[in-house]
């Protein structure tokens, strides 16, 4: 019954969009009562987080096989190219939600954009531990970029085949990307490419959390990601969006210079975007954030 409901506000949502949903109406749409369906999901926001949970554990469960050690670069992108295929195969299946995603730009509710979060940063590494392995120990260092290289491409393509309607097939896919990160990777190789990021050893980050450190600058920085996530899924004026990017450009200047940057300044940057209504809660944490641990 909840893959039923999840499976009628999914359609709803592709073809009204979220908020011009009722939970009504997707009752309706599954053929249940509205009583019925509220005893699976306490409310639409509910039922939103659990589609996109349902979306993004799909991809999340389609990277996990096994990275089998292998010398030779050509045997680990065979395995390589079946995790890409597996992974493609979910906007493939669910053309539905990217739709959705595409339509209405639905991620300004805190809650709902914190959770898309958490879970894209799990999705995120261990895409960077599949490219660490792809490209071998001598290539680690290249990593962070090959993600976010991998990320456009699979999106951009996931768009065009299915937003657009054209056709392509899931392997030849499969074997045109493989075949560009291939070429990356060997521009690296050769030194005719040079990183924009720096490596970065997700291991140190467990350690941090089991010995409970609290990196504050690091939750800003955090923070500040959520901002612009919202940012990119909210209605603007270009007169507001050009005020709130800048500031939050800026505020993510200031925290990366050493010991966090001026305080002051990024509390009066934080003050130009909470006139948003829709990033006045993040505004809020990060302020309580700063007052709480360095205003004392």
């Known amino acids: 019954m909840r893959k039923r409901i999840l499976t009628a506000a999914l359609t709803l949502f592709a073809q009204k969009g979220y908020y011009a949903s009722s939970v009504q109406e997707i009752a309706n749409c599954a053929e249940i009562s509205r009583s019925t369906l509220y005893s699976y999901f306490t409310s639409k926001k509910h039922i939103l987080i659990s589609v996109y949970q349902f979306y993004l554990d799909s991809l999340y469960e389609r990277l996990q096989l096994e990275l089998i050690e292998h010398s030779e670069f ?8 079946k ?11 669910h053309e539905e939600f990217l739709i959705m995603q595409m339509n209405e730009q639905n991620i300004n509710d805190p809650e709902v954009a914190n959770y898309v979060i958490e879970k894209r940063n799990q999705i995120y590494k261990r895409l960077v531990e599949i490219l660490q392995y792809l490209g071998g120990k001598e290539l680690n260092y290249c990593s ?6 991998l990320n456009s491409i699979v999106e951009e393509y996931s768009t065009v085949a299915i937003y657009d309607r054209k056709d392509l097939e899931l392997d030849d896919l499969v074997e045109y990307i493989s075949q560009i990160i291939t070429c990356i990777y060997k521009g690296f190789t050769s030194n005719q490419i040079v990183p924009l990021l720096e490596a970065y050893d997700f291991s140190e980050e467990r350690e941090n959390e089991n010995e409970n450190e609290i990196d504050v600058c690091s939750v800003l920085k955090r923070k500040v990601e959520d901002l612009e996530l919202i940012i990119k899924n909210i209605q603007l004026s270009r007169e507001e969006f050009v005020e709130v990017s800048t500031s939050v450009k800026l505020i993510r200047k200031e925290l990366e210079k050493s010991q966090g940057g001026d305080l002051i300044i990024i509390l009066g940057l934080l003050r130009n975007i909470q006139q948003i209504k829709d990033l006045r809660y993040t505004v809020d944490v990060c302020t309580s954030i700063i007052q709480q641990n360095y205003l004392k």
């Not at 962070?144 to 290289?149: A, G, Q, R, Y």
């Open 144 to 149: 962070l970029d090959m993600v976010i290289i």
């Open 83 to 93: 995790i890409l295929r597996n992974y493609l195969s979910v906007p493939f299946e």
């Open 74 to 81: 050509e045997q680990r992108l065979h395995i390589f190219k």
